[in-house]
Nanobody, 128 residues
């Protein structure tokens, strides 16, 4: 079964950190651009970061730039999102998406059209 599985979410206080993981099973992520998206119920999904299949190119939206870092370990078939200095407004369900036909950049984070693979999401709650 081809799937992406996110993990690492949870409850954290403002200013704290979490590291999310996006692990692929049934296929290799080596040739996929991977992005992280988040969604608050009742609001539109927001693309926040992506990384090229080589890992040499990354992109962030302004709201997370300087606080979040995306990385990948192709040997572990996993992409990570290190989230520091978390704020209450970061509270959302976080999803990863992989697509072999797109480049990492602003368009990738628009979330338009069909992506090859989506994960099921992991909840991140930032609250005191």
């Amino acid at each position: 079964q081809l799937q992406l599985v996110e993990s690492g979410g949870g409850l954290v206080q403002p200013g704290g950190s979490l590291r999310l993981s996006c692990a692929a099973s049934g296929f290799t992520l080596d040739y996929y651009t991977v992005g992280w998206f988040r969604q608050v119920p009742g609001k539109e999904r927001e693309g926040i970061s992506c990384i090229s299949y080589t890992g040499t190119s990354t992109h962030y939206v302004d709201s997370v730039k300087g606080r979040f870092t995306i990385s990948r370990d192709n040997a572990k078939n996993t992409v990570y999102l290190q989230m520091n200095s978390l704020k209450p407004e970061d509270t959302a369900i976080y999803y990863c998406a992989a697509d072999a036909g797109r480049f990492c950049g602003r368009y990738y984070l628009k979330g338009l059209g069909r992506y090859d693979h989506w994960g099921q999401g992991t909840q991140v709650t930032v609250s005191s």
